[in-house]
């Protein structure tokens, strides 16, 4: 579960960064290279996110819902971190 943790960290400030450096340095500034950058390091993040998810809930065989919540719980910026702190827990 230490990998869980570490690429919910990885993937919650990746998504941050890209929400409030990246998008608004686009739009904003007029400047799309931190966006070319940000995105694929938070797809490729968000994606190894989900399928640890996948690997620990078959794993600890976890309930489809808490699998369902943890995937979800990545598409809201600061969750990851939420997620973190109670995975530690365990």
Known sequence: ???LRAVALVEAVAFLALLFIAV?????????EPVLVLGPVHGIAFLAYVWLIGREA????WPPD???WLALA???????FFIVRSLRSE
């Open 58 to 61: 078959v794993e600890r065989d």
């Open 74 to 80: 990545g598409l809201i910026p600061l969750a990851p």
């Open 1 to 3: 579960m230490p990998l």
């Open 66 to 68: 808490r699998a369902l």
């Open 24 to 32: 608004p340095l686009k739009h904003l500034a007029g400047i799309p």
